[in-house]
């Protein structure tokens, strides 16, 4: 006999015999009950057509990004790396936590000072070679507009995302937004590679930042894992505060402490140490291995806190050539050698915080360890280009510890390498650049075979490397704009291909330059060597195209050319080269 549902049970005729009463109390005791506090039809009408218009916002959010995205870049403004999200944001405010919440195997973000564009490279590859499809904000764009961007260029103009979302995302997130991003992406798994002092006049001093991340760590529910470095007092401490699982990662070959190298008698003299006090009592940590900065095998005297046990640890770590490290690697369950790709110590610590993210995902061994040997470099980060017979190198550098970290990678072999400098001032670098007197520009002297310097602060910086025992003459300084200080002494400047209707928009930039030139030529005798090789022969103009075109001249072919730039100074040295059809636009890549 056919089966009726309750609501089927009302279309029936009257029984035989039945009154209208009889019928009406039979067919009321078939109808569903309604208890207190139960969803009603209305109230579930109401929640479908609350859906229906969150899905129409997301769609408009989705179409309105993208169309913004391609126009940017259509009108050449920009790769619209963030625009898309900003847009996006602004057409629907929650457009985040709608896409985030469709990634069939959630997220990972991973937060840091320095290498969180690396990790988060490292950590992609590896999850591809694992089988998962992996978006990412690859670009560098670590905001919440960057991330939303991120999603919505994924996602399809119904405002869902392609694939039902079947992938997984890695996102590098900016120090200062972590909170906020945590509240809407919900990750699996929470990556912290280091924390180091950069841009104080956007986030004060360390211990800001650090508060912040204790702050949003005591939210973390117990499903996610937290990934430190155990070799970072200020991360690692964030692990006594976690509700769920705590790996650590960090570094157990002695040899890499500063005290063992080169017969030093005060190991890491010119090193900037960021995190100097301990969490608990506030006395100050002492070490037994210090890597770099405050990075290394530390303790506290007065209450015993001590460096927790990584359960991913480089056992040891050999150079084979400029840009290839073999490191020992140990985890729970393997123990094998990796080679990795890219120069550095520091490019160490971002593997091992990707080996480490991966096995909190339950990654295999296999797939770590092609995808770190596979892996090519990301933007800006150890990247090549080759132009006219030479090999242009790009080695970001953007605070204290960065810089001194590059130039120790870049000197440690004490061959004279071929140099181009780029300071610049604007928003993302920081306003203020006093950082660079941290920097240890005299490991430098005598190795460097030519140097430009360039960039908005290009006298800022030529002054501390006078200070570093760099002779003027030494140095070709060419500054991003015709500098009116210097005409009193050299005449008029001459034009460069990128310098046009610009002076009007940098009179702080003039007065910097003003004040540096000033500081240094103090003597008649000065006025005469530094400035005039600020703007003669070795100076055919001004702007970052100029500089690039000196510093490759000034490289023989077959030699490699080391740019060092801040950020903007980063985008600047791409935009040029794409401009010149040397390389693709950054956003071109794809995950």
Known sequence: MQQHRPSQVISQG???????????????????????????????????????????????????????GALSRRLRLGGGTSIVGLVAQRLYPDIIRHLAAQLEHGCVLITGTNGKTTTSGFLAAILRDAGLRVWRNR?????????AGALVVRALPNGNLRRAGQAISVFEIDEAVMPQAVRLLQPRAVVFVNLFRDQLDRYGEVESIATLWRQMVKELPETTTLVLNADDPATASLGELARGPVLYFGLEDLTLDLSSQNGQGTPGAYQAVDSRSCVRCGSDYQYSARFYSHMGHYQCPHCGLVRPAPSVRALHVRQDTFDRLRVTVETPLHEGEIVIPLP???????????????QALGISWAPIVSGIEQFKPAFGRGERVQVAGRTLRL????????????????????????????????????RDVSWIWDVDFERAKGLVASLTVAGTRAFDLALRLKYAGFAPEEMTIIPSIPLRALQAITGPQP???????????????????????????????????????????????????????QAIEQTPVGETLFIVPTYTGLLEIHRELERRGLTPHFWEGRD
């Open 344 to 358: 550095g110590l520091y490019n160490v610590y971002n593997a091992l915080a990707a080996i480490t993210a991966a």
């Open 495 to 549: 034009r460069g291909r990128k310098g046009r209707g610009r002076i009007k928009d940098q009179p702080r930039q003039r007065q910097a330059a003003a004040a540096a030139t000033s500081a240094m030529t103090t003597s008649a005798t000065e006025e005469h060597t530094l400035a005039p090789r600020a703007a003669g022969p070795s100076l055919p103009g001004y702007g970052l195209a100029t500089a690039l075109d």
């Open 139 to 147: 670009e560098g764009a670590n905001l919440l507009r960057g991330v």
């Open 14 to 68: 009257p029984k035989q015999g039945e009154s209208r009463g009889s019928r009406w109390l039979r067919t009321r005791k078939s109808r569903p009950e309604v208890k207190p506090g139960s969803v009603t039809g209305a109230a579930r009408a109401g929640q479908r057509s609350q859906r229906r218009r969150l899905s129409l916002r997301a769609a408009l959010a989705v179409i309105g990004g993208r169309a913004a």
């Open 395 to 430: 080695l970001l550098a953007k605070n204290p510890t960065g810089f001194n970290e590059v130039l120790r990678t870049l000197f440690s072999e004490e061959v004279p390498r071929h140099v181009l400098f780029v300071l610049n001032d604007h928003i993302a670098d920081g």
